[in-house]
């Protein structure tokens, strides 16, 4: 991020000296224009030198993603009503060079007004503008007494990133009101220190799963992403955290698998540590979380990164019904409407979102409980995973 940052900045002024031949052509109120430039010159400025210095990201990462959130408020607008001055632009040489039609300039603010609302509110209330997406996935071989049997999935809470108790906290009894068979987490409960989730056990302890709540680690649990004084310190701070999970009554599974039972019927569920593919960390051991595992059961498979799916699940010995993932948050920025779903995400991960199928198995995509880096969220809407599972008769 930080080598692309010159790069972004000088996109967004060569985009500025365009789309200000719109504003210009629509006002000429000094004080407006002055805004216009000084807004974007300050901003640019401050990003540069947090560029140059890379110690300052490192540093204070709150005013790195303030300043990355001003950005976007400022060049997406303007790059979404960019096309409309394009148009006109296209035909002004067969219009002997006439200035700058005014009513093309209101159309193009017109348009850029239109993100520039949707990121206002996805930087300020998106980050506890809550969803629930619900799914109903149908087997052959569930047994029958799962016939009903209804998930909670939450991922990628990302504690440190919090600042609000009641916007936790309306996410927290959105889960409890789902009245769920069982809560899964499926990892990144921190950025980066076991610490930051001190604050919040007692709200997260407070989530209710009458058969249980099971968790495993995500990317940033272990701690990668920042200098420890020793290993031993790192080490330390990931067994903090493995015993917060323990206090807010999640068994944490560690490449391991356990049965969950409904008389005399059960189906294995499953928890491998993180798994990605490229740079990240391949902690996760499929092999050994399901040693113990009869081929022939129902399995359910708890992986952070959806990378492991088409990397070794799907083709793995012991087939798997069900695998839930998180870690892409959909990059917290988006569109989904009317069926239609896109993100840039997309253009790194082949599954970013929501339910894939293939041969019969199951991946779930989650968007994400939190937010990390970029404070709010725009489009891509934190998540609550309800999923049901019925017997096909």
Not at 280 to 306: Q, W
Not at 349 to 362: D, I, N, R, T
């Given at each position: ?7 972004i ?25 002055w805004?216009?430039?000084?807004y ?10 947090f560029?140059?210095?890379g ?14 959130s ?5 060049f ?9 001055l ?7 040489p ?9 009513w ?9 007004a ?12 998106g ?14 071989d569930l ?10 999935q939450?991922s ?7 600042t609000s ?7 927290l009894d959105l889960?409890?009101?789902q ?7 499926t ?6 220190m ?6 919040w056990i ?7 799963a ?21 290993e031993a ?21 560690l ?9 005399s ?9 993180n ?9 996760g051991?499929?092999e050994?979380?399901t040693e ?10 708890m992986?952070?990164?959806p990378s ?13 019904h ?7 948050h ?6 989904e409407?009317?069926g239609f779903?896109w993100?840039?995400?997309?253009y ?15 991946l779930?995509?989650?968007?994400g409980?939190?937010f990390?880096?970029l404070?709010g ?14 017997k096909?008769r």
């Amino acid at each position: 991020m930080r080598q692309r940052i010159p790069f972004i900045v000088a996109l967004w002024f060569l985009i500025d000296l365009y789309f200000f031949q719109a504003v210009h052509a629509v006002t000429t109120i000094p004080y407006f224009l002055w805004f216009y430039w000084i807004y974007d010159v300050l901003v640019g400025a401050v990003l540069l030198y947090f560029a140059f210095s890379g110690t300052l990201i490192r540093k204070f990462p709150a005013l790195m993603s303030a300043l990355v959130s001003m950005l976007l408020i400022s060049f997406i607008p303007k790059l979404c009503g960019l096309p409309v001055l394009l148009l006109e632009d296209l035909t002004r040489p067969f219009r002997g060079e006439p200035a700058r039609t005014v009513w093309v300039s209101e159309i193009a603010l017109g348009v850029a007004a239109i993100p520039f609302l949707g990121l206002l509110f996805g930087l300020t209330r998106g980050r506890h503008y809550y969803k629930i997406h619900r799914e109903t996935l149908f087997f052959d071989d569930l047994p029958d007494a799962f016939d009903g049997f209804t998930i909670t999935q939450l991922s990628d809470v990302h504690s440190g990133s919090f600042t609000s108790v009641k916007g936790v906290q309306k996410g927290l009894d959105l889960v409890n009101q789902q009245q769920s068979d069982l809560i899964l987490f499926t990892g990144d409960l921190v950025n980066n220190m076991a610490s930051e989730m001190e604050p919040w056990i007692p709200a997260f302890a407070g989530l209710k799963a009458p058969v249980g709540k099971y968790s495993i680690l995500g990317n940033h649990d272990y701690g990668d992403y920042m200098r420890w004084e020793s290993e031993a310190d790192q080490a330390a701070n990931l067994n903090r955290l493995k015993v917060i999970h323990k206090e807010i009554g999640f068994r944490l599974l560690l490449n391991e698998a356990v049965s969950i039972e409904k008389g005399s019927q059960s189906i294995a569920l499953i928890g491998v540590e993180n798994w990605g593919k490229g740079g990240f960390h391949k902690y996760g051991d499929l092999e050994k979380a399901t040693e113990n595992v009869p081929a022939d059961s129902f399995k359910i498979l708890m992986s952070h990164d959806p990378s492991h799916w088409d990397a070794v699940t799907l083709d793995h010995k012991k087939p798997i019904h069900l695998t839930l993932a998180g870690h892409t948050h959909g990059m917290q920025f988006g569109i989904e409407l009317f069926g239609f779903k896109w993100s840039p995400v997309k253009y790194i991960y082949k599954q970013w979102a929501g339910l894939y199928e293939k041969s019969g198995k199951f991946l779930y995509v989650n968007r994400g409980f939190g937010f990390l880096g970029l404070k709010g969220r725009v489009g891509m809407w934190p998540e609550i995973t309800v999923i049901t599972l019925k017997k096909r008769r």
